[in-house]
């Protein structure tokens, strides 16, 4: 799997791109211990502390220089942010991010391909950089192929998310009620006689959009 994700980003695997990858690995892995100490409450503290952060480096930046200095803003807060996410994973999921599927958020993060088998934990690598380019507080989109998958990944993940303070929200092509198509917010609260409906709330497409992160 490292070799695939590896070839992905543009070439065989070289020495230069392992240290690069690992160091930043072991970096998160340097915070496992102090993750694993705090609370939920602090946990989601520091979440929100690294949001503010993550927003006061962008406050009034010109839009031409906005992607570098974003992607700069992103990348100090990096290590910590990942390290956040795989400590809520394995409380609200029970899924701990591994070595090599932490090396596949950051490839992702870095506006690249990585590519990952069936199995592999695309879904969970996934949370990674969403939850890192939500702290900008602009939003950000997650693609599937279709709406089933929408909802089995936003309520499967979504635990994740709350946690850490984000919304999720989760929109349907298919699905419509009678003059428009259907969009939910992530609600752990909302229970449902249907399976496929559970903590999913109903609200209109423009709460849905305006949600941290969207499926």
Not at 108 to 123: C, N, P, S
Request: glycine content about 8%; hydrophobic content about 45%; overall charge neutral.
């Amino acid at each position: 799997m490292f070799k695939n994700i590896i070839k992905a980003i543009g070439g065989d695997p070289n020495k230069r791109d392992i240290r690069k990858y690992s160091e930043i690995v072991d970096q998160i892995g340097g915070m496992a211990a102090q993750c694993e100490a705090m609370s939920d409450d602090a946990l989601r503290g520091r979440s929100d502390e690294l949001r503010a952060q993550v927003r006061e480096a962008l406050q009034d930046v010109d839009e031409a220089d906005r992607k570098k200095l974003t992607q700069a803003a992103l990348d100090a807060v990096m290590p910590e942010a990942f390290a956040l996410v795989r400590e809520a994973a394995s409380r609200t999921i029970g899924l701990r991010h591994f070595d090599v599927q932490l090396i596949g958020g950051i490839v992702l993060h870095a506006g690249r391909i990585a590519e990952m088998q069936t199995g592999e934990g695309k879904t969970l690598v996934a949370t990674l950089p969403l939850y890192l380019n939500a702290l900008t507080g602009r939003g950000v989109h997650l693609v599937t192929v279709n709406d089933y998958l929408v909802r089995r990944d936003a309520r499967w993940m979504g635990p994740v998310f709350h946690l850490l303070g984000l919304s999720v929200g989760i929109l349907q092509d298919a699905v419509r009620t009678e003059n428009a198509r259907k969009a939910f917010l992530f609600d752990p609260a909302r229970e449902s006689s249907q399976e496929d409906s559970r903590f999913m709330r109903m609200v209109d497409r423009r709460e849905a959009y305006a949600a941290d992160v969207v499926y």
